[in-house]
């Protein structure tokens, strides 16, 4: 029998169907200081970690400081505005309940903000599915390596060796890889297929191929 896998599960264009949420509030923060709107074809094309980078790509320049300031303030206002209706990814509810009932671990790892994090995963009453949920803390911009390595250390008894994190974005590819874990990535989310296939590990369509997908790579 082989090993069995715990995953660490990515929040927002994962577990988490907001993507239409997210355009929402890009294009109407960008209404807010004169940029034109972009679709979600052009967002999955250009968006990346961090952030700044991503408006540098839009804008042909990196953002100032204050306009970062004005820029990310305007995007949270209009995004938890349109979370509230978005909704759980198709069957994530069900797989991970699954996942629970054969005795395997699974935790969250998310650069949402931690104090709004939970009180979301709490409404769509799944927090007991996980063995720790993990928001950011603080304001930083970065991507999410640091934030992984403290989230297995702080998951006695689970070996990087065994974790695959199920994610929507190339930044949680190079977080698994940072820490020793394997990675799966998902179309669902803030990437496309082309610009997911660049970090070379499998890419699905659906979580339900996610979780097969890190059942094979830990067998």
């Known amino acids: 029998m082989g090993k069995q896998a715990h995953i660490v599960w990515d929040w927002n264009g994962t577990l988490f169907h907001d993507i239409d ?30 952030v700044p980078k991503f408006y540098e790509r839009l804008m042909g320049r ?26 759980l990814a198709e069957g994530a509810a069900l797989l991970l309940a699954e996942w629970q009932s054969a005795g395997l671990t699974q935790s969250m790892c998310s650069l949402a903000p931690h104090e709004r994090l939970l009180p979301i995963v709490r409404t769509h009453g799944i927090e007991e ?4 949920v993990d928001g950011r803390v603080g304001d930083s911009t970065e991507g999410k390596a640091l934030q992984m390595a403290r989230h297995l250390a702080a998951l006695p008894g689970i070996d990087p060796g065994r974790a695959v994190v199920i994610g929507d974005a190339v ?9 020793g874990a394997l990675a799966v990535l998902y179309t669902g989310g803030s990437h496309s297929r082309a610009s997911l296939a660049v970090a070379g590990v499998p890419v699905v369509d659906t979580l339900a191929d996610a979780v097969a997908e890190a059942e094979r790579l830990v067998a």
Request: charged share 20%; hydrophobic share 50%.
């Open 129 to 132: 599915r996980f063995v720790r």
């Open 21 to 50: 949420a997210v355009i929402q509030a890009t294009n109407a923060s960008f209404a807010e200081i004169g940029l034109a709107p972009i679709t979600l074809e052009r967002y999955r094309e250009l968006y990346c970690v961090p």
């Open 171 to 179: 930044d949680d590819a190079l977080a698994a890889a940072h820490v």
């Open 62 to 87: 990196l953002p100032t400081a204050e306009e970062w300031v004005v820029m990310d303030e305007a995007f949270h206002r209009h995004y938890w505005a349109f979370a509230e209706s978005a909704a």
